[in-house]
């Protein structure tokens, strides 16, 4: 599986993005698919996860209510929508495929495959 994750960009605070992470490969959609992000100085954190039928979503308490994620699996798409962004929300944002266990669901050590990142800048 190659993850492909774009749609970033320079935001001020309050507006809104939505990033895609596209995938190749039929074995896609058995797979959860997440995204991380890291800041500079920081280690790579959970953002947000889906499992592979779509019908179970994760996500990090900050970004509850403000973030959705989603996928497409006909498109072998996921995508997060990223609204009423705030300047701790910038960071390299990166999507990756697994199956890990919910307990788990939170390590990026658990998941296979890897984008190459997408930048989003939240700045006035």
């Known amino acids: 599986v190659q993850l492909q994750a774009f749609g970033g960009g320079l935001k001020q605070p309050g507006g809104s993005l939505r990033l895609s992470c596209a995938a190749s490969?039929?074995?896609?959609?058995?797979?959860?698919v997440a995204w991380f992000r890291q800041a500079p100085g920081t280690e790579r954190e959970f953002v947000a996860a889906?499992?592979?039928?779509?019908?179970?979503?994760y996500y990090k308490d900050s970004v509850k209510g403000r973030f959705t994620i989603s996928r497409v699996n006909a498109e072998n798409t996921v995508y997060l929508q990223m609204n009423s962004l705030k300047p701790e929300d910038t960071a390299i944002y990166f999507c990756?495929?697994?199956?890990?266990?919910?307990?788990?669901?939170?390590?990026?050590?658990?998941?296979?495959?890897w984008g190459q990142g997408t930048q989003v800048t939240v700045s006035s």
């Open positions: 990756t495929a697994g199956r890990p266990a919910l307990s788990a669901i939170r390590l990026p050590t658990r998941y296979y495959y």
């Open positions: 490969g039929s074995t896609f959609t058995t797979y959860t």
């Open positions: 889906i499992r592979n039928s779509g019908g179970s979503t």
